[in-house]
């Protein structure tokens, strides 16, 4: 026997059967892509999910759209006010409310987005 240089050299045991015992992955894409039951409650929770959401975000802007008649009627030094020679109320209602639209629109197409993409890091976690 020849006397060895170093530290002794390693051997990796393993078990014949390692392969045979983990189960094969079966990920929920493919539960998704199969329509399983599984598959459905996972779809269902991101479309209510997003519905969720945009219930919220026509819900705020239909207060803010029919609060403003209401608050016009309710405060009339509101309804006689002027702003660069326009009435107030048609200044709001004319060019404030569609801003408020698009301010909706982007916050629900960010929240969307961020919902789809928690819903893929899910299914590709699975």
Excluded at 48 to 56: E, K, N, V
Excluded at 77 to 87: M, V
Excluded at 94 to 107: D, E, K, R, S
Aim: overall charge positive; aromatic content about 8%.
């Amino acid at each position: 026997m020849t006397p060895q240089k170093g530290p002794p050299r390693r051997e990796v045991v393993t078990s014949p059967r390692t392969r045979a015992a983990r189960r094969p992955r079966y990920p929920a894409t493919m539960e998704i892509d199969e329509q399983t039951s599984l598959g459905e409650v996972y779809m269902r929770s991101l479309i209510r999910t997003q519905f969720r959401l945009a219930l919220f975000v026509c819900t705020v802007l239909a207060c803010l759209v029919g609060g403003l008649p209401l608050l016009f009627m309710l405060v009339p030094g509101l309804r006689e006010a002027r702003l660069l020679g326009l009435p107030l109320p048609w200044v709001v209602l004319a060019g404030l409310i569609y801003p408020a639209f698009v301010a909706g629109a982007w916050l629900y197409v960010r929240n969307a987005e961020r919902n789809e993409r928690h819903f893929a890091d899910l299914v590709e976690r699975e």
